[in-house]
């Protein structure tokens, strides 16, 4: 059996707090993302599952009405929030410099904030629920840079700190499945819209 995954990069926001909502760029994009999404996928897409963080949220509704007519609800899940980096006040560096720490060292999590670790454990429970269910038809999942990252290097042990920093602010990856082989593909292109 064959599974199918559109992973989402939220799109551009006003903000990076949790209820920063899509900036007036960021409509627009979950637009184009949308005009995409229903010329890769039709209407085989039966599962819409988003972060419940306002920018990832927005553009799944968005995508939802725009792509598929609303006929898909946007399932909010914990599991694919953004990784919370937490206190680094008292540590020097710039944000790059904190995630790449984080990257070396799964376990590490600055005060108040999350370790590595601990955002993969909640995206493979997401991902074993998503196999549990045994669906076959193409799901999307939206969600933010790093957890999206560690995302897709359940299916491809190859992504990383790198990847993660020169991801765009929207992006799209196809995570075919097959049996215990996977593909990972960033395919993301601007749709001309009509």
């Not at 960021?26 to 085989?44: D, M, N, P, W, Y």
Request: glycine share 6%; proline share 4%.
């Amino acid at each position: 059996m064959m599974k199918k995954l559109y992973v989402v990069r939220h799109c551009e926001a006003s903000g990076n707090n949790p209820e920063a909502p899509l900036s007036p760029l960021g409509i627009q994009q979950s637009e184009r993302v949308a005009a995409f999404l229903k010329q890769e996928c039709g209407t085989s897409v039966t599962r819409l599952i988003t972060s419940p963080l306002c920018r990832a949220k927005q553009t799944a509704d968005i995508i939802s009405q725009k792509a598929f007519g609303d006929g898909i609800k946007s399932d909010l899940k914990d599991n694919l929030e953004e990784l919370k980096l937490g206190d680094t006040t008292n540590h020097s560096g710039d944000i790059w410099d904190h995630l790449r720490k984080l990257f070396e060292n799964k376990e590490y999590a600055f005060p108040n904030g999350e370790s590595i670790l601990k955002v993969g454990n909640r995206v493979r429970e997401l991902l074993n629920e998503l196999n549990e269910n045994n669906v076959d038809n193409p799901a999307i999942l939206v969600t933010h840079r790093v957890t999206m990252t560690l995302l897709l290097h359940e299916f491809d042990r190859e992504i990383g700190f790198e990847h993660c920093k020169n991801m765009q602010n929207v992006d799209v990856y196809l995570v075919t499945a097959m049996n215990s082989s996977s593909r990972v593909e960033r395919i993301w292109r601007i749709p001309v819209l009509s």
